[in-house]
Every structure is written in C-alpha cells, then in structure tokens.
C-alpha cells in the first residue's frame, strides 16, 4: 500500500523559513517525479514546484521563484521544499505528490498518482 505522508508545516512569520518533507512507502521512490502542490481556501490546488525522479530538473511557480528550493533524497524516500522569503500569500495545505513519469510538470495534475494528505503552511503578517 502506497502513502504519501508530508510534515514539517506550521505558523510564522513573514519573512521567515520552514522546511517541508515528504515521505513516500510502498513504491520504489526513485521511479517517480515528485511535486509540491498547494490550496488556499476557495482557490483551485497549484503547483509549488517538483522535480524530475532523477533530480536533474525541476520547475518553479513564478511566485516561488528565488525562494523556494526543491530537493530529493532517494536513498532516504523523501522530498524537500525549503521556502525561505515566506509571505503571507503563501498561506495553504501544501501536499506532496508522486508521479510515474520520469519527468515532471506543476500544471498536469493528473500526471499524479499518489497524493498525501497535506500540511498546513500559515504566514503572519
């Protein structure tokens, strides 16, 4: 059985840091892009960012661009997103999902298979 757990959400200020992981079981986590997506409440779910299974590449939403950076570590089964610059917009779940594509995109959600259950970023101002 799949899951897809996310952690290392929280309250902070604007202007402040957090680091997100994502954990994934019950695949073989180097075969999957991986991608971070969020949701404000009454707005669609976007894409954050996500990173193709090799690592080589990785994609941005322009509004994260120059602050947050994903990363993967395979031998470990768990994806980053260090969010530094933190504003108040970007308040939301932040949800991690898997893909079985080697590459990756933040604007085909559906190329996503499995999806966690998201943690919650709240930004202060």
């Known amino acids: 059985q799949v899951q897809v757990v996310e952690s290392g959400g929280g309250l902070v200020q604007a202007g402040g840091s957090l680091r997100l992981s994502c954990t994934a079981s019950?695949?073989?986590?180097?075969?999957?892009?991986m991608g971070w997506f969020r949701q404000a409440p009454g707005n669609e779910r976007e894409g954050v960012s996500c990173?193709?299974?090799?690592?080589?590449?990785?994609y941005y939403t322009d509004s994260v661009k120059s602050r947050f950076t994903i990363s993967r570590d395979n031998a470990k089964n768990t994806l980053y997103l260090q969010m530094n610059s933190l504003k108040p917009e970007d308040t939301a779940m932040y949800y991690c999902?898997?893909?079985?594509?080697?590459?990756?995109?933040?604007?085909?959600?559906?190329?996503?298979?499995?999806w966690g259950q998201g943690t919650q970023v709240t930004v202060s101002s």
């Open positions: 019950g695949l073989t986590f180097a075969d999957y892009s």
């Open positions: 999902a898997a893909s079985p594509y080697a590459g990756c995109s933040i604007s085909w959600l559906a190329q996503y298979t499995y």
């Open positions: 990173i193709y299974r090799s690592g080589s590449t990785t």
